[in-house]
């Protein structure tokens, strides 16, 4: 497995994944209907920087974007999206990928990582918490999940 920074090519091969999950609606906060343009400005915009993971084939299996949460005096604080492709799920990707980006994040300056919206019946919630976050809040029946119905969205912090 080789994580290393995403080059404006890899997009075609994130797009596939990106789309099924965002589209599932189950886990992220954007709109399922969101249109390739739309996802690769919010996915791959300069400002942030993008990740890959490929697996031992070269098939990109993964990806992930860091970008500051907050601007002004509070931009050390860092945000980070994640996303593994179903196919490739529980083979250890997404927590090598986790690891990766919160040494990153931390050699960029960061002094912490927060998400402002992790779905509480997300499977990630667990890998956050063995990974050092906790949960500051939940916003209770803030996501209208396609199976469960309203959920509650986790804020969750881990210093660096």
């Not at 997404?94 to 779905?119: I, Q, T």
């Amino acid at each position: 497995m080789l994580i290393r920074e995403a080059a404006a090519d890899d997009w075609p091969r994130i797009w596939p994944f990106w789309h099924r999950i965002v589209a599932a609606g189950e886990t992220y906060t954007w709109d399922p209907d969101t249109s390739e343009d739309a996802a690769r400005q919010l996915w791959m915009s300069p400002a942030k920087r993008v990740f890959v993971v490929e697996d031992a084939a070269g098939v990109v299996v993964a990806s992930a974007c860091l970008t500051p949460n907050y601007g002004g005096p509070a931009a050390r604080i860092a945000n980070a999206g994640f996303m593994v492709d179903p196919d490739h799920g529980g083979r250890g990707i997404g927590r090598a990928l986790a690891e990766h980006l919160l040494a990153e994040a931390k050699a960029d300056g960061y002094r912490g990582m927060v998400f402002n919206a992790v779905v509480e019946t997300n499977p990630a919630v667990g890998l956050w918490i063995s990974l050092g976050f906790t949960i500051l809040g939940t916003v209770p029946e803030a996501y209208d999940h396609p199976a469960r119905g309203p959920v509650g969205l986790h804020i969750m912090y881990r210093a660096l």
